[in-house]
Each structure stands twice: as C-alpha cells, then as structure tokens.
C-alpha cells in the first residue's frame, strides 16, 4: 500500500479488509456531536438534569482533497452517487485516526491542479467510529 505524505488523509476499505488511499486531505472541520437526553424534572430545584451515555451520537468530517489515483478516486465518487455506507480510516492529524462507517453527504469534483483531481466532500458518520491516537 502506497502512502499519503500529507498531516491528513483518506483511506478506502478494500475487499480484503486492507486500506487503499483515496486523497491527501486539508480537513477545514471535523465534529463530535452528542445529542443530550434532558431527564429535568420539577423536583430537581431548578437545576437541568442529563442522562449519561444516551441520546445520539455523530462524528463529521468536512475537507477538501486531492485524489491520490484516478481509479480510486472514481470508487469514492461511485459511493458518493449511490449514497451507500462505506469503511473509511481518516487520518485528521499526525496522532489521531478515525476508523467507521460513513455516508459521503456532499461531494464536489472541483477541477485539475497539476494534473491531480480536487474535490470537497462531507462525510457524515453511519455507525460507531473508532478513535486511535499514535504516540511517536
């Protein structure tokens, strides 16, 4: 497997259960979302009350890139189109990866820079993602 020389990157599950990359990334936003359950009731002295461990969570991803290989480039946008959920490794900075399930909800083809395809995307979590933080 080839490697992304860049902070950031995108990787692609294969079929064998390998990571193929897509893009060296410029993340502008990524996003952990947890929506809170509120359990307040009259009782509780006028102080609001949460359930731990409830509610429903969600990580984003937005960016831009440039594609690594045309084929694989043209698999992402095959997933875009389709809207289908997909295993993608996202590697945000030199120490932290997320590893899940994701559904691309915006793509954007942008154009050729020395002769590399750009293009922005959303990717929008599908299921529980797995943080990973290398240490040197």
Known sequence: MSEVSTP????????????????GLLVSKWRLFRELVDVTR?????????????????????????????????????????????????RLEPALTITGDFIIGAFEVRGEVDEEVTFAFVLNS??????????A
Do not use: H, N
């Open 8 to 23: 950031s990157a995108i990787f692609l599950a294969d079929a064998d259960g390998s990571w193929s990359p897509v893009a």
């Open 42 to 90: 009259s009782d509780d002295q006028g102080w609001r009350r949460l359930l731990p461990s409830a509610g429903v969570q969600a990580f984003d991803v937005e960016g831009e890139g440039v594609g690594v290989d045309p084929v694989t480039l043209g698999q992402l946008q095959e997933v875009a189109v389709a809207g289908s959920k997909v295993s993608f490794k996202i």
């Open 126 to 135: 599908a299921g529980p993602v797995l943080p990973s933080l290398e240490t």
